[in-house]
């Protein structure tokens, strides 16, 4: 039986192997300095120290898709076109 590959270059099919793209690795950058926003006086100076502040205080970083903005001033929530508490969009 005939192996077929996909050539991304001629967008078509073909019997020869196509090289596989490489995939280089990422790091992620060390936090710079920055104050505490629990411990007003505290410099965090890296992830492992904030880490450690969140964990000190028992408290965790929010992902986006867990929070959604509701607002309560309607004069605000008008001006701006966002959601009102308690409003159905």
């Not at 077929?4 to 192997?17: A, L």
């Not at 300095?33 to 411990?39: Q, V, Y």
């Not at 502040?53 to 898709?65: H, K, Q, W």
Request: hydrophobic letters at 25%; glycine letters at 6%; aromatic letters at 12%.
């Amino acid at each position: 039986m005939t192996r077929y590959y996909w050539n991304r270059d001629k967008r078509d099919w073909t019997t020869e192997p196509q090289p596989r793209p490489e995939h280089g690795i990422y790091l992620t950058p060390d936090l710079k300095p920055f104050k505490s926003p629990l411990e007003g006086h505290k410099v965090i100076d890296g992830r492992a120290a904030l880490r450690e502040e969140l964990a000190r205080n028992s408290c965790r970083i929010v992902d986006p898709t867990e929070w959604k903005a509701e607002y309560t001033n309607p004069h605000f929530a008008k001006r701006r076109g966002l959601p009102l508490y308690g409003e159905k969009r």
